[in-house]
C-alpha cells in the first residue's frame, strides 16, 4: 500500500509549525540571555526545560514530514528536494511549494542567530571549556 503522491501542503504545514517552535526557542533564548545576567539560576533552570521541550517538538516535526513519504521512493525524492536542497536556490512549482522554501530560508535565519548566541553564552558560561572553543 504505497501512497501515491507527497502531501506537499502537509509538508508545509509542518515546516510551518516546526518555525514555529524554533522561533519560540529564540525567544525562550533571548530570555535564556537575560536570566543568566541576572544569575537567576531557578528562571534559567526552567527556561532550558522549555527549551528543551520546544526543540522535542521541533524534532517531532521534522520526523512526522520524513513519515510523510516512507512507503513511496518517488516521494521520498520529492522530500528531500524540498526539504534538504539550499533554500536559497529552490523556487517551487506550486504555491505550497515557494511557501516550503519561503519557510525554510525564514528558519534558516533564525537557527543561525541561535547558534550565535549560543556560542556566546557556551563561551561565557564554559570559557575554555565551551564546545566552541575559547
Not at 69 to 93: F, H, I, T, W, Y
Amino acid at each position: 500500500m504505497a501512497q501515491t503522491e507527497l502531501d506537499v501542503k502537509k509538508v508545509m504545514i509542518l515546516l510551518q509549525r516546526r518555525y514555529n517552535y524554533i522561533r519560540e526557542i529564540s525567544m525562550q533564548t533571548k530570555e535564556l540571555e537575560d536570566s543568566l545576567a541576572r544569575n537567576d539560576d531557578v528562571s534559567t533552570s526552567l527556561i532550558l526545560q522549555m527549551r528543551a521541550d520546544g526543540m522535542a517538538k521541533a524534532d517531532d516535526c521534522t520526523d512526522e514530514i520524513w513519515r510523510l513519504a516512507e512507503n513511496d521512493r518517488k516521494a521520498q525524492e520529492k522530500l528531500r528536494l524540498l526539504v534538504m536542497s539550499e533554500p536559497k536556490e529552490g523556487v517551487g512549482e506550486s504555491p505550497e511549494e515557494k511557501k516550503i522554501y519561503e519557510i525554510r530560508r525564514k528558519t534558516q535565519t533564525i537557527i543561525d542567530e541561535l547558534r550565535e548566541t549560543d556560542k556566546r553564552l557556551s563561551r561565557k558560561l564554559a570559557g575554555e571549556k565551551s564546545y566552541y572553543g575559547k
